[in-house]
């Protein structure tokens, strides 16, 4: 599957609509998410030399994963999108995060443990854009983060009120 924009032609390896789609993992793969999508991954991610999971900005991303996640060499995870289009979810046995080499990731990780580790990152301006609840995060040389701000309107927009208490 091939998309041409502004003269680059870009070859995919999956083209997810809108549905629920399962993987037993991804290693070397160009994902293209064009509607509301959510990916079950069984495995591993595992992405390296420039390959991406891009989503449009017609689509959204909801994955959840069961094993380890490693973006390496210019690999992405929504690079060119904004962070409230792409949601991945760490199931328990997810327990490693590692961003390395260029790596670019927007969105949210939900991945509570799991050990994040970001190591060396590159010249962009942001190569973790979104939010991350993990067990811990280790940085190891340069790595820029920013949390997009836009993230803070997604969701319930419902508020509590304290009602009554008990003080101990």
Same mark, same amino acid.
């Given at each position: 599957?091939? $998309?041409?924009?502004?003269?680059?032609?870009?070859?995919?390896?999956? $083209?997810?609509?809108? *549905?629920?789609?399962? &993987?037993? *993992? $991804?290693?070397?793969?160009?994902?293209?998410? @064009? +509607?509301?999508? @959510?990916?079950?991954?069984? +495995? =591993? %991610?595992?992405?390296?030399? #420039?390959?991406? %999971?891009?989503?449009?900005?017609?689509?959204?991303?909801?994955?959840?994963? /069961? *094993?380890? %996640?490693?973006?390496?060499?210019?690999?992405? $995870?929504?690079?060119?999108?904004?962070?409230? @289009?792409?949601?991945?979810?760490? &199931?328990?046995?997810?327990?490693?995060?590692?961003?390395? #080499?260029?790596?670019?990731?927007?969105?949210? &990780?939900?991945?509570?443990?799991?050990?994040?580790?970001?190591?060396?990152? #590159?010249?962009?301006?942001?190569?973790?854009?979104?939010?991350? %609840?993990?067990? /811990?995060?280790? !940085?190891?040389?340069? !790595?820029?983060?920013?949390?997009?701000? =836009?993230? *803070?309107?997604? #969701?319930?927009?419902?508020? !509590?009120?304290?009602?009554?208490?008990?003080?101990?």
């Amino acid at each position: 599957n091939a $998309i041409t924009t502004n003269s680059t032609v870009t070859y995919y390896d999956a $083209i997810l609509d809108s *549905g629920d789609y399962y &993987l037993s *993992g $991804i290693s070397g793969m160009n994902v293209l998410v @064009r +509607g509301n999508a @959510r990916l079950y991954v069984q +495995g =591993n %991610i595992s992405e390296s030399g #420039g390959k991406a %999971i891009t989503v449009a900005n017609t689509g959204t991303l909801q994955m959840w994963v /069961s *094993g380890s %996640i490693s973006l390496s060499g210019n690999a992405a $995870i929504n690079s060119a999108g904004d962070a409230t @289009r792409m949601a991945v979810y760490g &199931l328990p046995t997810c327990t490693s995060v590692t961003l390395s #080499g260029n790596a670019n990731w927007i969105g949210t &990780l939900y991945a509570p443990s799991a050990d994040l580790t970001f190591n060396g990152g #590159g010249s962009d301006a942001a190569d973790f854009s979104g939010a991350a %609840i993990v067990n /811990s995060a280790t !940085f190891n040389g340069h !790595f820029s983060l920013h949390y997009d701000e =836009n993230l *803070g309107k997604v #969701g319930d927009s419902s508020t !509590f009120v304290v009602d009554s208490w008990v003080e101990l």
